[in-house]
């Protein structure tokens, strides 16, 4: 237990995607392909790390059926210690449905189904604390962003908090969020969360964040905006700000990659952003880390299929900036 360097904590999800030609407001369309996945960021995140050879843990619960079995399995077969996710009987496992569209669209609608059971007496303190990172994502519920806030409030100060609010908790707004935010070392967001979360865009919003208490805003920017970064114009796919520097992940040559599926793209760059800092790299190196775990997963189907290996991530890294991870 004592060599786990990353937790996860967050709903676990299997994911029922469908890929439409475009999202409807009203009317009728075709589903041209549909699929079932293991999901829920956090769970997303770490399963990308354990695949690139990080020794992971997860804590959730998940219900007493088939889909609770597979999401348990697929943790189990690159090696997530699971021996803190709780089984609870009697209900079904949360499961997402997600449209997704040619243009890279996405509509998700949750069912929360036992993640609505957690609580803090199942979360286990000690297997928590003992770990260098805490990686952390929504619950549907209120009840259990209350149990979030609880489980803040007794978090060691020498494990770290890595934040991925996601839109159901940006929405919260800065000052319910600041508990967590006070508390948080590295946070996740992406244009629109930031936007949500500070009503501000996406530089002023990541220094709104610092304000927080944060210590470091990670924006992804999906295939790119534009931003003024003092006298420098840029074409950026990620931001990253800290107290004293800031900058900008500009796109590389492998985003000629055909895009596949944009679904948990946000969650492969925290696993690669998070991989970087364990391993001592700098914040501009672990932003260009998090965009290629980010291309690779574009390139299937579901959340964690297209999850590189550390050879493959690192035969990239090497290929597009001629470093040795």
Same mark, same amino acid.
């Given at each position: ?14 994911? *029922? ?117 805490? *990686? ?32 159901? *908790? ?156």
């Amino acid at each position: 237990m004592s060599n786990i360097e990353v937790v996860g904590l967050g709903a676990l999800n299997i994911d *029922h995607l469908y890929k439409v030609e475009r999202i409807l407001d009203d009317g009728e369309a075709v589903i041209n392909e549909a699929k079932s996945f293991p999901g829920g960021s956090a769970a997303n995140t770490i399963y990308g790390l354990a695949k690139l050879g990080v020794n992971t843990g997860y804590t959730g619960v998940v219900g007493g059926d088939a889909e609770g079995k597979i999401l348990l399995q697929d943790f189990k077969k690159v090696g997530v210690d699971t021996s803190q996710i709780r089984v609870k009987h009697g209900v079904r496992t949360g499961s997402v449905l997600c449209l997704s569209d040619r243009l890279g669209r996405r509509s998700l609608y949750v069912i929360p189904g036992a993640n609505s059971l957690l609580t803090i007496g199942d979360l286990d303190l000690t297997y928590i604390n003992q770990a260098k990172w805490l *990686h952390l994502s929504s619950f549907a519920d209120d009840r259990q962003f209350k149990v979030l806030l609880e489980l803040i409030d007794r978090l060691d100060s020498s494990a770290k908090l890595s934040f991925a609010p996601g839109v159901l *908790h940006a929405i919260k707004k800065l000052a319910i969020l600041s508990p967590i935010l006070n508390r948080t070392h590295l946070l996740f967001v992406n244009q629109r969360e930031i936007r949500h979360l500070t009503g501000e865009d996406v530089i002023a919003g990541a220094e709104s964040c610092l304000k927080q208490g944060c210590r470091m805003v990670v924006v992804t920017l999906g295939k790119g905006i534009t931003l003024e970064l003092g006298r420098r114009t840029v074409t950026a796919v990620c931001y990253i700000r800290d107290a004293e520097n800031e900058y900008a992940i500009e796109p590389s040559s492998q985003d000629i990659v055909s895009e596949v599926d944009t679904t948990g793209a946000g969650d492969a760059f925290a696993a690669g952003f998070l991989y970087g800092l364990l391993k001592g790299k700098g914040l501009y190196e672990c932003g260009c880390l998090g965009d290629i775990m980010a291309r690779f997963s574009l390139t299937k189907l579901g959340t964690r299929e297209g999850s590189p290996t550390l050879v493959e991530l690192s035969q990239r890294y090497h290929e597009l900036y001629n470093k040795e991870l």
